[in-house]
């Protein structure tokens, strides 16, 4: 997710990039499809070549937090889990100049939540950004309790500059996408759980009858559905209301390390 953000950024809004993981490896990976991505859209006569080689000269990457002292905007893309967004934040609130505004990708995680661990409240704002980035036109814009509203506009100004549409959303569990997605998700799992149907025909319901792209089960295989476990986990616990309740196939099946695409294995094989 962090890799099409940073290509988005950098392709469209023609902004300079710095990509950070504390993985080499990943970063080294994370450029190769990054060249990929910008070797794609020259064949496809989306940009010109000159277009690509700028793009990527204005991409750079590290593995220390410390190089991003002078950053003016960040957005964090690090995995569904409080404790590592607390981490995170709290590390860049010490690293980072004081005006600049940290942005989270939570997609379902409290923004006032993550922002209180920091000195700089009125700075931090959700950015949700859908994957594949490149493609998904939506980026849903949270803001905290305590977010200043130029700090909102002008994270609505650098999404609509990245060609994004924008959602301004109130910080509850979930925002708005998750909240109606992942139930939808896990009632599908529930339904396989069940022996109501198979994944199969799930996916097929729903694709042929009600014109969806792809079936809730594919959908979860993409999301992945790690991510989805840690997703429908906040709904359920921020909200305490049972109808959010994680699946018991969708645990086992994270349990047993098939989260879907990503890996090869999830509710289809890939």
């Known amino acids: 997710m962090g890799l099409g953000i940073a290509y988005v950024a950098a392709n469209v809004t023609r902004l300079p990039v710095v990509l950070m993981d504390i993985n080499q490896t990943q970063t080294e990976k ?12 020259v064949a496809k006569n989306k940009i010109t070549a000159e277009h690509a ?3 990527r000269s204005l991409v750079s990457t590290t593995t220390q937090l410390s190089d991003l002292s002078d950053v003016d905007f960040i957005v964090e893309a690090a995995s569904e ?15 980072c100049k004081p005006d ?19 000195k700089r409240a009125e700075q931090v704002v959700g950015m949700h950004f859908m994957n594949p980035v490149p493609v998904m036109k939506l980026v849903e814009i949270i803001p905290g309790l305590a ?6 506009e002008g994270t609505l100004q650098l ?4 060609g994004k549409t924008c959602t301004v959303v109130e910080d509850i ?26 994944a199969e025909d799930i996916d097929t319901t729903m694709k042929l009858g009600a014109n969806m792209p792809m079936g809730p089960l594919t959908l979860a295989d993409f999301i992945g559905l790690d991510t989805c476990l840690a997703i429908i986990k906040v709904l359920h616990n921020d909200t305490g209301d049972s109808k959010y309740r994680p699946a018991f196939l ?21």
């Open 81 to 95: 889990n409080l404790n590592i967004k607390s981490a995170i934040f709290k590390d860049l609130d010490a690293i």
């Open 173 to 198: 569990p979930g925002f708005v996408a998750n909240r109606l997605l992942m139930p939808y998700i896990n009632e599908a799992i529930m339904l396989l759980e069940s022996g109501a149907a198979t």
């Open 147 to 152: 977010t200043r509203s130029d700090v909102l």
């Open 250 to 270: 969708l645990q086992k099946y994270v349990d047993a390390g098939w989260l879907g695409k990503k890996n090869g294995k999830g509710f289809f094989k890939y």
């Open 53 to 55: 080689q700028q793009t």
């Open 159 to 162: 999404a609509k500059a990245m």
């Open 30 to 41: 994370g450029m190769q499809f990054f060249d990929k991505l910008l070797a794609k859209d």
């Open 100 to 118: 600049a505004v940290l942005a989270t990708n939570t997609s379902s995680i409290s923004i006032t939540k993550i922002a209180g661990v920091t």
